[in-house]
């Protein structure tokens, strides 16, 4: 435990702990991936009535389809993070952010109060 969390609220030291089970409990998100895909290769089987082999092919099949939209997903990533980091890009997101930060004011609007005819 952190000690920035010891001396923290109840609530962060409550939370604190519970990461720390959750973490050290909880099984690899690998492992539920190899343990699901032998739950829908067994299911595949019986409940489909395909031959193991053939279950194999479906499989190797579907990954190389999912293969190429993972590798779409990972370009549509990596090209909107170098756009975002172009200087002149990010320039105007941090201009952009201002409003934000309380360094802008609003323009001051017409308003028939503040008008006397």
């Keep these: 435990m952190s000690t920035a969390a010891a001396n923290g609220s109840a609530f962060e030291r409550l939370g604190d702990r519970l990461a720390s089970v959750v973490e050290h409990w909880m099984p690899s998100p690998f492992l ?5 895909t032998y739950i829908a290769y067994v299911a595949a089987i019986v409940v489909e009535g395909t031959g ?3 279950t194999v092919l479906f499989w190797y099949d579907g990954f190389w389809l999912f293969l190429t939209f993972a590798m779409q997903m990972v370009l549509i990533l990596m090209t909107g993070f ?3 980091y172009h200087p002149r890009v990010n320039a105007g997101v941090t201009s952009n952010s ?3 930060t309380g360094s802008f004011r609003p323009p001051r609007r017409y308003s028939a109060r503040t008008h006397s005819a």
């Design 98 to 100: 201002e409003c934000s």
């Design 52 to 54: 193991p082999f053939e």
């Design 82 to 84: 170098v756009v975002a």
């Design 32 to 36: 539920f991936a190899i343990i699901l």
